[in-house]
Structures are given as structure tokens and as C-alpha cells.
T-cell receptor
Framework: GENVEQHPSTLSVQEGDSAVIKCTYSDSASNYFPWYKQELGKGPQLIIDIRSNVGEKKDQRIAVTLNKTAKHFSLHITETQPEDSAVYFCAASKAAGNKLTFGGGTRVLVKP | KAGVTQTPRYLIKTRGQQVTLSCSPISGHRSVSWYQQTPGQGLQFLFEYFSETQRNKGNFPGRFSGRQFSNSRSEMNVSTLELGDSALYLC??????????FGPGTRLTVL
């Protein structure tokens, strides 16, 4: 089955700096890659996603890149703010069905 | 639009008991998926229901079961609870088949 690896497990950045989280997946049939942000006591919140026919997608301070050949995808957060502090999860799935396979998560701390 | 709602939010049970958790998806969403979140295993897929039929199943024992009603609301049941079943159980709903929106979860503690 699909396996998703996520690095780093923790990330501490200064406010205003950029944060980058990387994921790799194993199943070449996966074609949908969402990113979720989870704050304490809450469920995961979808922040951005990318499909395999696209190499990059941007939404304000957040961007995601996908390299299908290398089976890598990354989340980039620019101009980080304290409210970006949370746990971030990458995931992968195939077109059919809705099973998401998640990475292990990255705890991001933005220091004021 | 109201988000995904899950009830109850917190639950304490003892070993051997059974438990039923409920999920109401976003209006118009027909797919409901369930996930278990633990510090050790992370987020793991339990099963997915679409139009009252189980469409996908993860690698969990038969003690974990679910169902979906005609109004798309879903329940999951865990029988013969074990200490290791303590977790946050998350429900997610989907309309398009890919974008899943999660509820706040039910925190289950097994004593």
C-alpha cells in the first residue's frame, strides 16, 4: 500500500522567515496531495491541495510543489506569523475512493 | 454552510465495553470517511461510506465497524474496547471525491 514520509518532524522558525516541509510517497498511482493544518483541540483543516497534472500551486503565503518523477511534494509557507504555529500533515490518495494516507506530521513553531 | 459535526466530543469507557460515535457531514456531501489519530500511529484510515455502502476499508480489526444512513449521517462502532483504542476519532466528508473536510473529532479514552 501507499506510504508517505514527512520531514522534518519539528520545525522552529523566526516570525517572518519561510518554512518548508517535505513529503515523499511510494505509490506512483497517487494523484491527489492535500495539506492539512491541525491546531490543538481541533480537527485537521485543509489548507491547500495539488493534483498530479499540476507542478505548483499558490494561495497567498502558502505554496505547494509536486515532482511526480521523484515522488516528492513540498509545502512552503512564506512570511510566517505566530498563528501559523500548528501541526501540518501531508497526505496522498488515488483518484478513486477517498482513502488518504498521511505523513507523520510536522510541528511548526513560529517564534515572535 | 455548517461544517462536519461529531458527537459526542469526549467519551470515557472501560475495557470490554462498546461505543458508538456519530458524524453529520456537510450538507450535500455523500461520502464520509473515518480516521483514527494516535500519537504513536498518527492518522490512519478506518473506512469510507458513500451512499450507504462501504466503499473502502483500512487495516483495522473487525471490532471496528460503521454504517451510513440515507441522510448521509454516519456512525462508527467499536466493540470490546481495548486500552489501545484510546484515540481521537475523526470524521471527514467529501462531495467531489477528493477534498475531505474534517470534523473536530471525538476523543475516546478507554480505562
Amino acid at each position: 500500500g501507499e506510504n508517505v514520509e514527512q520531514h522534518p518532524s519539528t520545525l522552529s522558525v523566526q516570525e517572518g522567515d519561510s518554512a518548508v516541509i517535505k513529503c515523499t510517497y511510494s505509490d506512483s498511482a497517487s494523484n491527489y496531495f492535500p495539506w492539512y493544518k491541525q491546531e490543538l483541540g481541533k480537527g485537521p483543516q485543509l489548507i491547500i491541495d495539488i493534483r498530479s497534472n499540476v507542478g505548483e500551486k499558490k494561495d497567498q503565503r502558502i505554496a505547494v510543489t509536486l515532482n511526480k518523477t521523484a515522488k516528492h511534494f513540498s509545502l512552503h509557507i512564506t512570511e510566517t506569523q505566530p498563528e501559523d504555529s500548528a501541526v501540518y500533515f501531508c497526505a496522498a490518495s488515488k483518484a478513486a475512493g477517498n482513502k488518504l494516507t498521511f505523513g507523520g506530521g510536522t510541528r511548526v513553531l513560529v517564534k515572535p | 454552510k455548517a461544517g462536519v459535526t461529531q458527537t459526542p466530543r469526549y467519551l470515557i469507557k472501560t475495557r470490554g465495553q462498546q461505543v458508538t460515535l456519530s458524524c453529520s457531514p456537510i450538507s450535500g456531501h455523500r461520502s464520509v470517511s473515518w480516521y483514527q489519530q494516535t500519537p504513536g500511529q498518527g492518522l490512519q484510515f478506518l473506512f469510507e461510506y458513500f451512499s450507504e455502502t462501504q466503499r473502502n476499508k483500512g487495516n483495522f480489526p473487525g471490532r471496528f465497524s460503521g454504517r451510513q444512513f440515507s441522510n448521509s449521517r454516519s456512525e462508527m462502532n467499536v466493540s470490546t474496547l481495548e486500552l489501545g483504542d484510546s484515540a481521537l476519532y475523526l470524521c471527514a466528508s467529501s462531495a467531489t471525491g477528493n477534498e475531505q473536510f474534517f470534523g473536530p473529532g471525538t476523543r475516546l479514552t478507554v480505562l
